[in-house]
């Protein structure tokens, strides 16, 4: 079942490309609450996530395609609970100061601060995030002593001719030397100052599930929300709003990829979010595969000859996909999310473990915990 979930990433990631006219296609690849996990959760089951397998899967399941790398906040810490007399709290800091390093190996574009990157304290985080040629952002955390954003507010990356702009935001980042002014005020704020100048404006949020409340209606004038904090994760069939923002959840640890791929031919025409009938597509196709496997050398129509309860059943799929093919053919611009499971099928990329384990080597602790 996994791998043929993987086909048919692939089948409808190169659905986005054979059109019959130019258009700009692009992926915007998110994680959430990573922690500073270097290798795999190590859960029993299922151990998922691990950069090696996230760097194998966009060099090789993602080829080809323009991506934008982010992540919605706290990627540094597991925690904001800051306790100087813990000795654990150097390793944890060595962790996090190198897996800053580790993200800028891996071409990260942009990171929002979470509340728990601040565990080392604000000073640690901006020493460690201040030459980083990965983007931190925040568009509401204050410096106390200055009233001055502690972070550049936003970052813009064009694609294609197309401008994106990421907003940073936290709800939750609670400290003495940090103002946390309101983040959906600030949020508006910078949509409204970006709103002539991006042609598509994604808010990266840092949020517990406690304080959750329905963001699309919050920034009706945004076009994606990505979130951290919220341990919920979004499924491709997720049933979003009809108006607003369209709000993904991507989990913790890293253990999921949350991916929408974008694709615009007309930007003077709205972003048609067409997951879900894509997700029926892909149900239609595995049913269908099914039924072929028994023999894959005839016909659906001559295996099923004699069992006409099948063929009807063949034929109400087949004009299902016909259906939502028109339909889907007929939106100049749509997009299509993707919650993708970094399992233990995907291999990891040599040049990435090489790089993790040369950190590993340089710490007097185990980095897997």
């Not at 204050?142 to 197309?162: A, M």
């Not at 879900?276 to 595969?289: G, K, M, S, T, V």
């Not at 007929?330 to 090489?354: C, G, Y």
């Amino acid at each position: 079942m996994k791998k043929l979930i993987f086909l048919l990433f692939f089948t409808i990631i190169s659905s986005q490309d054979t059109s019959d006219d130019n258009g700009q296609s692009f992926s915007i690849v998110s994680t959430s609450n990573v922690f500073s996990e270097f290798y795999d959760c190590g859960c029993p089951k299922n151990p998922l996530g691990g950069l090696a397998r996230k760097t194998f899967f966009l060099n090789n399941m993602m080829s080809g395609r323009e991506s934008i790398l982010v992540d919605a906040g706290n990627a540094l810490f597991d925690s904001n609970q800051i306790n100087p007399d813990n000795l654990s709290i150097e390793n944890k800091k060595f962790k996090a100061r190198n897996f800053v390093k580790a993200l800028e190996f891996l071409g990260q574009d942009v990171v929002n601060i979470g509340s728990n990157d601040f565990k080392g304290g604000a000073d640690f985080l901006l020493e460690i995030t201040k030459d980083s040629s990965v983007k931190f952002i925040s568009a509401n955390l204050y410096d106390k002593s200055s009233n001055t954003l502690l972070f550049e507010p936003y970052h813009i990356i064009e694609k294609d001719g197309v401008k994106i702009a990421f907003i940073g935001l936290s709800q939750s980042a609670r400290f003495d030397s940090v103002i946390n002014k309101n983040f959906i005020d600030e949020g508006n704020k910078y949509i409204s100052e970006l709103s002539s100048s991006a042609d598509i404006i994604i808010l990266l949020i840092n949020i517990l599930d406690e304080n959750l409340i329905d963001l699309s209606q919050s920034f009706v004038n945004a076009d994606y929300i990505f979130l951290s904090g919220s341990t919920k994760r979004t499924e491709p069939r997720t049933k979003q709003s009809e108006k607003g923002a369209l709000v993904y959840a991507g989990g913790i640890q890293g253990k999921h990829l949350s991916i929408v791929d974008v694709r615009i031919k007309d930007s003077n025409k709205a972003i048609n979010d067409v997951s879900a009938p894509f997700n029926r597509l892909q149900e239609i196709d595995y049913r269908l595969n099914r039924l072929q496997a028994k023999d894959p050398s005839i016909s659906l129509e001559e295996l099923y000859a004699n069992q006409p309860n099948v063929l009807s059943l063949i034929e109400k799929y087949q004009k299902e996909a016909t259906e939502i093919g028109i339909s889907l053919s007929s939106f100049r611009n749509r997009s299509i999310f993707f919650s993708v499971p970094l399992s233990p099928t995907i291999p990891d990329d040599k040049e990435t473990a090489a790089f993790i384990e040369n950190i590993a080597r340089k710490a007097d602790f185990p980095l897997k915990d």
